[in-house]
């Protein structure tokens, strides 16, 4: 069964910095591109951000382009979320999402997310 | 960008009634409209890829049609475990996958 877990929420000043993570299991995790799609509350989702199964390719919204860093471990079977000089909007679920086998932006499988809380 | 419009925002609907929502791009995006289901509290739930597609698992009262800028999400008889906000969201413009704003869907 696959299993994307996310973890690394909390609450953050504004300025501040925060890592998260998503473990995953039941699929062969290099194979797969993944993505951040995050979701603020009472509102709709938005891509955040794509790395390719070698972390040959990487992609960023324009909204968190150089101050978010996407990043994978194969070995360990994790993708990361690294977000610095985080800002109010930046407030929201963050899920990540699998790659379909049949294409890059067709996203099978979630995980439950975990709530990110930017506040002073 | 590309970007995508959904009409209504919101419905009811009664048990057993089809339901029908639309997506808009705001460009030629050909067949890349997938459409999601998020139940309150829970993560999105890929239901159609390709416009058409319907996803392994996913019960056949849900379909989709369309191509180019013009999309249709139809739920061909409403049940109460249908209710739920609905998204198209389209990945033709690598790299940037854009969202449409929702459906949300309930019980009259």
């Known amino acids: 069964e696959v299993q994307l877990v996310e973890s690394g929420g909390g609450l953050v000043q504004p300025g501040g910095s925060l890592r998260l993570s998503c473990a995953a299991s039941?699929?062969?995790?290099?194979?797969?591109?993944m993505n951040w799609v995050r979701q603020a509350p009472g509102k709709g989702l938005e891509w955040v951000s794509y790395i390719s199964s070698s972390s040959s390719t990487i992609y960023y919204a324009d909204s968190v382009k150089g101050r978010f860093t996407i990043s994978r471990d194969n070995a360990k079977n994790s993708l990361y979320l690294q977000m610095n000089s985080l800002r109010d909007e930046d407030t929201a679920v963050y899920y990540c999402a699998r790659d379909s086998w049949r294409s890059s932006g067709l996203f099978d499988y979630w995980g439950q997310g975990t709530l990110v809380t930017v506040s002073s | 960008d590309i970007q995508m419009t959904q009409s209504p925002s919101s419905l009811s609907a009664s048990v057993g009634d089809r339901v029908t929502i639309t997506c808009q791009a705001s460009?030629?995006?050909?067949?890349?409209l997938n459409w999601y289901q998020q139940k309150p509290g829970k993560a999105p739930k890929l239901l159609i890829y390709?416009?058409?597609n319907l996803e392994t698992g996913v019960p056949s009262r849900f379909s989709g049609s369309g191509s180019g800028t013009d999309f249709t999400f139809t739920i061909s008889s409403l049940q109460p475990e249908d209710i739920a906000t609905y998204y198209c969201q389209q990945y033709d413009n690598l790299p940037i996958f854009t969202f449409g704003p929702g459906t949300k869907v309930d019980i009259k």
């Open positions: 039941g699929f062969t995790f290099s194979s797969y591109s």
């Open positions: 460009q030629d995006i050909s067949n890349y």
């Open positions: 390709d416009a058409s």
